[in-house]
């Protein structure tokens, strides 16, 4: 059984901004806005929604496939990955490219700025190496090449795998057919609070009428935890946030919660538990700076998730 991802992977330049934006924005001024943050530390980190789900995946000790367009400049985060298990082989590389690259502002309330280069992604992985699914495989569609973006949920359904539509960033780069098409029928449809209320502007489908064509709907809402809610339930639920010493950077937080998302149903576990584990991963990541840099052992995984849920599933790893 594997968890086959598709979207970026990516270089992360993340800067810190020791102020706030909103100081600096002039509201009568944004027609013709020319601002400068002085950023007070950088850092470039392996990145990207595929490859930071897919790390995370590794130290839940799973071994996911990753499916997406990387560049001439993507040795040595290629041998991070394959030490981790992780298989490249659906990785489409291109010598007469760069990979894909992030440049990441966060101010002190933990708002973010982000341009981000496709470089290589403008590219579509090779049809010829999509995956072959098996029984018992799950997938996550993530935001990355468009043309995978729309082929890939058809061969999902095709093949009766279930999977999870989380197009993040690149919702205003799909049609609202494309949207439709991407999660009717999956399992999930996941997104921030912004981006779900986008697909529902777009497609003109309020949340109800989305969990008509998808199983279930979750909208991560950065430090005040996610609301998961499926057609069954009589209303969402909130998974409550989990309170650290120290939060770093909340960059890649939500890929995090991805891993702990998909390592719990590949294992047959419900929703609501899914989200839990989600939960505890982020918890994790945000304590580092960078989205590859969070670890942590069994045993403080479970101690974190009973503290903050009560009893671990029964789940080994």
């Known amino acids: 059984m594997s968890i086959h991802l598709s979207g970026s992977v990516a270089y992360d330049r993340i800067m810190t901004f020791p102020g706030h934006f909103e100081d600096h924005l002039l509201p009568e001024k944004l ?3 020319n601002v ?7 850092e470039e980190k392996r990145g990207g929604t595929a490859g930071n789900i897919a790390y995370t995946l590794a130290l839940l000790k799973e071994k996911p496939c990753i499916y997406t367009c990387v560049g001439r400049d993507f040795t040595g985060y290629d041998r991070a990955l394959e030490a981790l298990g992780i298989s490249l ?7 007469e490219s760069l990979t894909a690259c992030a440049y990441i502002i966060t101010d002190k309330k933990g708002n973010q700025i982000t341009g981000f280069s496709p470089a290589a992604m403008n590219t579509p992985c090779d049809p010829a190496l999509y995956p072959k699914c098996a029984a018992g495989d799950w997938a996550l569609v993530g935001p990355g090449n468009v043309e995978d973006m729309r082929a890939l949920p058809a061969l999902y359904r095709d093949t009766r795998t279930p999977y999870i539509f989380d197009p993040g960033q690149q919702v205003p780069a799909l049609t609202p057919e494309a949207l439709l098409e991407g999660f009717s029928g999956a399992a999930l449809l996941i997104g921030n609070d912004y981006e779900i209320e986008l697909i529902g502007t777009m497609t003109g489908l309020t949340r109800a009428q989305m969990l008509e064509r998808v199983g279930c709907l979750i909208t991560t809402l950065g430090g005040e935890g996610s609301e998961v809610a499926r057609r069954d339930w009589d209303a969402p639920r909130r998974i409550a946030p989990i309170s650290v010493p120290r939060v770093a950077d909340p960059t890649g937080a939500g890929d995090s919660y991805r891993g702990g998302l998909l390592k719990a149903l590949h ?7 899914a989200a839990r584990m989600g939960t505890v991963c982020a918890s994790f990541c945000v304590e580092q700076y960078g989205t590859q840099e969070h670890s942590f052992s069994r045993e403080s995984f479970v101690k974190r998730y009973e503290a903050a849920f009560g009893p671990f599933p029964a789940l080994s790893w």
Do not use: N, P, V
Not at 36 to 42: A, G, S
Not at 267 to 273: C, F, K, P, S
């Open 36 to 42: 400068c943050f002085l950023i007070d530390h950088i």
């Open 267 to 273: 294992a047959g576990l419900d929703m609501e538990t």
């Open 89 to 95: 082989a659906g990785i489409r590389r291109l010598e």
């Open 31 to 33: 027609h013709s806005l």
